[in-house]
């Protein structure tokens, strides 16, 4: 396979000051919103911050790659004494929570980000600092990359079966 020079793009996140405000996730919504920041629904974010206020807990969590069965085991992190539970650290948008589903279609998100733009959004709008942005060149071997779409209907392939999708899409064009 050939080797491509690839851009890695990072957002390192400081947990230990993020205090929840959750301007990342307004942001994130309304920056993905159509057309762009008519409307803005937290749930639509591709950022989630996982709180436990007892437990003084903001974990900023980037939304992964879909995957349509959940884990066969999980794990606990205690950092600093704190102790995160199972699925907290979990970037994955999968069948066991309902983080990182669009809420109307249930659909996975991704965290995108931000393509095309200078600085992700929720890296610009977080003022305390909690997310921080770097980007450097690694040579790699080139590998297909899914696009948005093509990981929505295999989400929803993985649900209905590709047969009911086929289906569908041939009575929708009939009707247009
Ligand atoms: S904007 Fe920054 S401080 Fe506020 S919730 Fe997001 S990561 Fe935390
Ligand atoms: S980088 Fe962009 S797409 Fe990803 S969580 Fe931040 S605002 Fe949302």
């Given at each position: 396979m050939?080797k491509?020079?690839?851009?890695?793009?990072?957002?390192?996140?400081?947990?230990?000051?993020?205090?929840?405000?959750?301007?990342?996730?307004?942001?994130?919504?309304a920056?993905?919103a159509?057309?762009?920041?008519?409307?803005?629904?937290?749930?639509?974010?591709?950022?989630?911050?996982?709180?436990?206020?007892?437990?003084d807990i903001?974990?900023?969590?980037?939304?992964?790659?879909?995957?349509?069965?959940?884990?066969?085991?999980?794990?606990?992190?205690?950092?600093?004494?704190?102790?995160?539970?199972?699925?907290?650290s979990?970037?994955?948008?999968?069948?066991?929570?309902?983080?990182?589903?669009?809420?109307d279609?249930g659909?996975?998100?991704?965290?995108?980000?931000?393509?095309?733009?200078?600085?992700?959004?929720?890296?610009?709008?977080?003022?305390?600092?909690?997310?921080?942005?770097?980007?450097?060149?690694?040579?790699?071997?080139?590998?297909?990359?899914?696009?948005?779409?093509?990981i929505?209907?295999?989400?929803?392939?993985?649900?209905?079966?590709?047969?009911?999708?086929?289906?569908?899409?041939?009575?929708?064009?009939?009707?247009?």
């Amino acid at each position: 396979m050939a080797k491509i020079k690839k851009k890695i793009k990072t957002i390192k996140v400081n947990a230990d000051k993020c205090n929840g405000c959750r301007t990342c996730e307004v942001m994130c919504s309304a920056f993905h919103a159509t057309p762009k920041y008519s409307s803005n629904n937290p749930a639509r974010s591709r950022i989630q911050i996982i709180t436990d206020r007892l437990a003084d807990i903001w974990l900023p969590v980037f939304a992964g790659e879909y995957t349509a069965s959940e884990c066969t085991g999980r794990n606990k992190y205690v950092i600093d004494g704190k102790e995160y539970a199972e699925c907290d650290s979990c970037r994955a948008s999968c069948p066991s929570r309902d983080l990182f589903k669009e809420p109307d279609s249930g659909l996975p998100l991704k965290c995108d980000m931000c393509d095309g733009e200078e600085e992700p959004i929720c890296v610009k709008w977080c003022l305390v600092d909690a997310l921080s942005y770097e980007v450097r060149e690694e040579e790699r071997e080139e590998e297909p990359k899914l696009g948005e779409m093509e990981i929505g209907l295999q989400a929803l392939a993985d649900r209905h079966g590709m047969q009911k999708i086929l289906d569908t899409i041939v009575r929708l064009s009939k009707k247009g």
